[in-house]
């Protein structure tokens, strides 16, 4: 074990004789000398297991002020047009806020951004830490004038398992106030030109979509949803009303059914509220529950169930539904299966209903078969900066399991001995 320790300390760990902020200042000060003219940059930052998490903060810190100096007299200024930053920690980001000096680096090395892309982790879940991050990240992103495309990712890749499925989590696991700080944060700041967002990985409440539409509703033309959990509790249901009313937080909502004022259904609201959308799609769509066996009964599934009978996943029904299709007769033949406005939204106010095409191939609905056949207008910088050299995240995952195996075992062994 002590062999396998002295290895790890030599060939990975960042100390004085192997990496510290000089070496890296230096370094990154020497490329961008040599590649004056830099428009795209990705930014992988370390998650360490054990010990200081600090790391990644001065790394992401030194970064921006590297990008943030002062171009020669013959230069244009904050030519970076592509920014890819993996692993950025709630924390770093409100150490950096709170720094007047880095505020002034982030904004100049963002200043002239088109494309954005954040890989965010969560290490601080208490609630202040929250109420700060919350601004803050906004804060950052909408720093750049002229930003067309956003995507925003989560650390957690295995959301679902499924197309359809629940995340229940109980109150003795996990308390309510601790459960509802593990979202991500809702749009705090209007992003004038954002055309096209993609959101992968995460947990968001009802009111994320809510402040997206106040904040760049009317000019998002592009929405790509890929494993998103809608974050519901025992405070949003109803056990003494009918089934049909006792959840009002879903992702398409229920059929000829009417939304009461407090009713949160997404795919109405996106559809009443984002005016130029033009394209949708959306896979893994589920649920994250917090509340006993008995209340996650009560919810009834939830509108998981394809009301058509024809088996639809929840993605390519809530797509059908924001983009306007005429839904399918239902399968009883007894009611109506169209979804109905938000409260306070006439018929005459709603878009027009779009007759609904006889087949739909899955690259009409799905996010990643759609961006694999037409095209990524989000992430693809996340693959590849340039299209021929592509990252080695997998590589670099599976040497970090190697590790984490490795340890388990020699610890195993220690305790055994």
Request: overall charge negative; glycine content about 4%.
């Amino acid at each position: 074990m002590n062999s396998f320790c002295d290895i790890l300390y030599e060939q990975y760990c960042l100390h004085e004789k192997t990496f510290h902020q000089d070496e890296y200042s230096r370094k990154l000060e020497a490329i961008l000398f040599h590649c004056r003219n830099i428009e795209r940059l990705r930014l992988v930052l370390p998650y360490p297991l054990v010990g200081r998490h600090d790391v990644a903060t001065w790394m992401l810190a030194i970064t921006f002020r590297a990008l943030g100096q002062p171009p020669e007299p013959d230069e244009e200024s904050a030519r970076l047009r592509v920014l890819v930053l993996e692993n950025v920690s709630d924390t770093s980001i409100c150490q950096l806020w709170r720094n007047p000096v880095d505020i002034k680096n982030i904004r100049f090395a963002m200043g002239r951004l088109k494309h954005l892309i954040i890989t965010t982790r969560r290490r601080d879940v208490s609630r202040d830490q929250f109420e700060m991050y919350s601004v803050y990240l906004w804060d950052m992103i909408r720093q750049p004038d002229d930003l067309e495309s956003l995507c925003l990712m989560g650390t957690d890749t295995d959301l679902f398992d499924g197309q359809d499925s629940v995340k229940h989590t109980k109150p003795t696991v996990i308390s309510r106030e601790q459960w509802n700080v593990q979202t991500f944060p809702c749009p705090a700041n209007s992003l004038f030109n954002l055309t096209r967002l993609e959101l992968k990985n995460l947990d968001l409440h009802a009111g994320f979509f809510h402040q997206m539409a106040k904040g760049f509703g009317r000019t998002l033309q592009e929405l790509y949803l890929n494993s998103v959990a809608l974050k519901v509790s025992d405070h949003d249901i109803d056990p003494d009303v009918n089934a049909a009313h006792r959840c009002p937080t879903l992702w398409v909502g229920l059929p000829d059914h009417d939304q009461l004022p407090h009713y949160q259904w997404i795919a109405p609201t996106i559809r009443t509220y984002f005016a130029n959308l033009r394209i949708c799609r959306a896979v893994k769509l589920g649920y994250d529950f917090h509340g006993t066996n008995d209340q996650l009964d009560w919810c009834d599934g939830f509108d998981l169930k394809d009301p058509c009978g024809l088996e639809r996943n929840l993605g390519q029904r809530f797509v059908e539904v924001v983009m306007g299709f005429e839904q399918p007769p239902a399968a009883d033949d007894q009611r109506s299966s169209s979804i109905q406005p938000p409260h306070g939204v006439t018929e005459e106010k709603w878009p027009p209903l779009i007759a609904r095409p006889k087949e739909f191939s899955v690259q009409d609905w799905s996010t990643t078969k759609h961006q694999e056949a037409v095209g990524n207008s989000t992430s693809r910088w996340a693959r590849s900066l340039d299209g021929m050299f592509f990252n080695a995240n997998a590589c670099t995952v599976r040497e970090m399991q190697s590790i984490t195996l490795a340890a388990c075992n020699g610890f195993s062994n220690a305790w055994r001995s």
